[in-house]
T-cell receptor, first 114, second 113 residues
Framework: DSGVTQTPKHLITATGQRVTLRCSPR?????VYWYQQSLDQGLQFLIQ???????AKGNILERFSAQQFPDLHSELNLSSLELGDSALYFC?????????????FGQGTRLTVV | AQSVAQPEDQVNVAEGNPLTVKCTYS??????LFWYVQYPNRGLQFLLK??????LVKGSYGFEAEFNKSQTSFHLKKPSALVSDSALYFC???????????FGAGTTVTVRA
């Protein structure tokens, strides 16, 4: 158990809908990352937050947004869902945003868009 | 721009034989390098990292990795593979003064009994 909690584990929704994925980082970790893993795209970096502020942005679509709250949990919002958004979404956390500290991953949320 | 390449989609070895999973990177300066492993339907687990110093880094489950600055490589190795090492392995890189942690495409390792 990495200490990173993601909910829900599975999500099935229809095209055009909006969903929210939730992540609770390890105790003491200030940095949260979101990744999308699909068969054809591999593990794609979406966005990173540190202590409530956005620090880095990757290949995140405009239909997607995220935030980190004062209690350090994070949410990833996916809207106007398309079939191609079906993937495994991972959250990871680390103590720092920079530096050599490794990131610890949650078990992921498997999103299926039908 | 930073990038990580894992040139082999799949690696197949017999149990007891040495295992090598290749990784090369393209990042300016001296980056931090990481290896992760992912078992089916699980999240990624940290194996080891290179920060500075000794080019041979030892990690979890008997894995080690060799950093080669001139070849910009960070290959993962295990002297004697086990069937339980069968999994998906990811190399990752973070530049020293950047936030972004980027992953390679992954290499599927299959160890046959």
């Amino acid at each position: 158990d990495s200490g990173v909690t993601q909910t829900p584990k599975h999500l099935i929704t229809a095209t055009g809908q909006r969903v929210t994925l939730r992540c609770s980082p390890r105790s003491g970790d200030l940095s949260v990352y979101w990744y999308q893993q699909s068969l054809d795209q591999g593990l794609q970096f979406l966005i990173q937050y540190y202590n409530g502020e956005e620090r880095a942005k990757g290949n995140i679509l405009e239909r997607f947004s995220a935030q980190q709250f004062p209690d350090l949990h994070s949410e990833l919002n996916l809207s106007s869902l398309e079939l191609g958004d079906s993937a495994l979404y991972f959250c990871a956390s680390s103590v720092e945003a920079l530096g050599d500290t490794e990131a610890f991953f949650g078990q992921g949320t498997r999103l299926t868009v039908v | 721009a930073q990038s990580v390449a894992q040139p082999e989609d799949q690696v197949n070895v017999a149990e007891g034989n040495p295992l090598t999973v290749k990784c090369t990177y393209s990042v300016s300066g001296n980056p931090y390098l990481f290896w992760y492993v992912q078992y089916p339907n699980r999240g990624l687990q940290f194996l080891l990292k290179y920060i500075t110093g000794d080019n041979l880094v030892k990690g979890s489950y008997g894995f080690e990795a060799e950093f080669n600055k001139s070849q910009t490589s960070f290959h993962l190795k295990k002297p004697s593979a086990l069937v339980s090492d069968s999994a998906l392995y990811f190399c990752a890189v973070r530049p020293r003064y950047d936030y972004k942690l980027s992953f390679g495409a992954g290499t599927t390792v299959t160890v046959r009994a």
